[in-house]
């Protein structure tokens, strides 16, 4: 079970694109994607520089933001889910249930390496063949 590397990603797909940690002022946001590259706001911890690196890759790779409001919600949205199937997979979401008695909390999160966010946006969204998976495969181990 490999984990989704996006250093290695960036390095292997966009090695044009650099990575800086910067000051954000306070903005709330912990990274934007620019003409200068990737900024990551410099205070965010490994999780979120993680989790903040695939998100400004899967916005790289899906293009700009369109200029639509609508539009630019549902790309974000998008995003966010693509962000979270890379960092968890199937195994790995039921490997961190079954360790931590099914909680959705941030210890979860931890173990994924990964946020809390990005830990219920991958629940919040599970297709159900995934609904199905997780539960076949919790039966089978508890």
Known sequence: MTRFN??????????????????????GCMGLWTIDGIKIERTCNQRE????????????????????ARAAHIEERAVKLRTAKLLITMEQLVNALVEHDFLINDHTAESLWVTLPVLRTRMERLTDAEHTYINLELARRT
Request: hydrophobic letters at 25%; a negative charge.
């Open 6 to 27: 996006p250093w290695r990603h960036l390095h292997e797909h966009h090695p044009d694109i650099s990575v800086q940690f910067v000051d954000l002022g306070g903005t």
């Open 49 to 68: 520089r993680r989790c903040c690196l695939t998100h400004e890759i899967c916005h790289i790779e899906s293009g700009p933001m369109p200029k639509d």
